[in-house]
């Protein structure tokens, strides 16, 4: 484990002021805001202490309300919404400086036999065979806006080992393609024997990093880090429809139905190495051409 991903497994373990009540800090991004992933998994994490044990989560909606302040601490005020004999309801909300930043609402639910089918995972080479962060950030640092953002970016995803399938957008500025892309992720180490939660909500931080960039690559625009789009994730939801662990190799497989009002959507599946359909994904997110 590098100490990008201890600095992260850091982030996620709350410190408990209240029963209902829990307060995270965080860590400057690449942009002066912080990262949308980082507050719906802290927010998530939050919701799962109050969870009894043999509950997972098996799904989260969310809104991105305002941007946070990575200078300041933000507090997560959990509401019991309702506990049943096979579900569980939580509604959290994240608060920095007075004002909610991020509304959360996440089920959870006890295991049960059922029904079970699923797509199955597209063809994807294997992630050994592609280029890592290291390797493919600094080849298109020229596309960047400043010199920094190449090295911004690699600190932000150092926790993760995220290798893209096909060149990402800012490799391709210009150039319309068809509005898909894949990535393999990981950790950057083994968790050991941590808890379902944690993964789930590993896999929750990614899944904000790049579900938009299907959206860019359908008009050839590189994105904010070369200047060509400001934007902002709007709400986010997600379906955890079977096991997985966040220090595995992941297919993301992300594709955009459509763009219109400044606005991009963004639909993902989340895939084990071995096939399975582990999580569905879809967010929207404001996609601005600057002036």
């Known amino acids: 484990m590098n100490d990008a991903l201890a600095g992260l497994l850091v982030l996620l373990d709350l410190e408990r002021i209240e029963q209902d009540i829990f307060r995270g800090q965080s860590r400057s991004a690449v942009i002066p805001r912080v990262f949308g992933g980082q507050v719906a998994a802290q927010a998530l ?15 989260l909606h969310a809104y991105f309300l305002r941007p946070g302040d990575p200078g300041a601490p933000i507090v997560y005020t959990v509401d019991r919404i309702r ?19 991020f509304h959360l609402s996440a089920s959870f639910q006890t295991w049960e036999e059922g ?8 063809p994807a080479p294997d992630p050994e065979t592609l280029a890592t962060g290291e390797e493919m950030v600094p080849r298109y640092a020229a596309a960047f806006t400043d010199e920094g953002v190449a090295g911004r970016l690699l600190e932000a995803r150092a926790a993760v080992d995220l290798r893209y399938v096909h060149e990402p957008p800012y490799a391709t500025r210009g150039t319309p393609r068809e509005p898909r892309s894949q ?28 579900l938009l960039d299907s959206v860019l690559l359908a008009h050839g625009r590189g994105g904010w880090t070369t200047g060509d789009i400001t934007g902002a994730s709007l709400d986010h939801a997600m379906w955890f429809h079977r096991p997985l662990r966040a220090d595995d190799w992941l297919l993301y497989d992300q594709h955009s139905p459509s763009a219109s009002g400044g606005r991009g959507l963004g ?25």
């Open 115 to 122: 029904l079970d089918h699923q797509e199955p995972m597209p």
């Open 83 to 101: 506990d049943g004999r096979s579900f569980t309801t939580r509604r959290v909300v994240a608060v920095q400086h007075g004002q909610p930043i």
């Open 45 to 59: 994490v939050a919701a799962g202490r109050t969870v009894p044990d043999d509950r997972h989560t098996h799904s």
């Open 183 to 210: 990535v393999w992720f990981r950790t950057n180490g083994k968790l050991g024997d941590v808890d379902p939660l944690t993964h789930v909500c590993l896999t929750t931080y990614v899944s904000d990093m790049t």
């Open 267 to 291: 639909q993902g599946r989340i895939y084990t190495r071995d096939g399975k359909l582990a999580v569905t994904v879809i967010q929207e997110g404001v996609m601005r051409i600057p002036r």
